[in-house]
Nanobody, 116 residues
Framework: QVQLVESGGGLVQPGGSLRLSCAAS????????MAWYRQAPGKQREWVAR???????NYANSVKGRFTISRNNAKNTMYLQMNSLKPEDTAVYYC??????????WGQGTQVTVSS
């Protein structure tokens, strides 16, 4: 069973940057399309970005042009580079498989707070 551990969150001022990491246990990570999700207080979890096993990427309109998703299959790790952060990006960020039928157990996420 794959286990996911998110890290890299923190408090940043508007316009700042953060790089999130998602470390996955197990060698099957490379076979899966993976994604980042986020959940803001009082809101449902939403999809942020997706990367296929062949490195094709897609982004939610709200983050397009500001966030970049990438992966290193040799390290079983996925990343989310977040630039030009806005207060509305404040949320707990999670990683998981890109499609609900393939979800692994959810990790604890990493908190991102954008505030001056």
């Amino acid at each position: 069973q794959v286990q996911l551990v998110e890290s890299g969150g923190g408090l940043v001022q508007p316009g700042g940057s953060l790089r999130l990491s998602c470390a996955a246990s197990g060698s099957i990570f490379s076979a899966y399309a993976m994604a980042w999700y986020r959940q803001a207080p009082g809101k449902q979890r939403e999809w942020v970005a997706r990367i296929t096993s062949g490195d094709i990427t897609n982004y939610a309109n709200s983050v397009k042009g500001r966030f970049t998703i990438s992966r290193n299959n040799a390290k079983n790790t996925m990343y989310l580079q977040m630039n030009s952060l806005k207060p509305e990006d404040t949320a707990v960020y999670y990683c998981n498989a890109a499609y609900s039928g393939n979800y692994f157990p959810w990790g604890q996420g990493t908190q991102v707070t954008v505030s001056s």
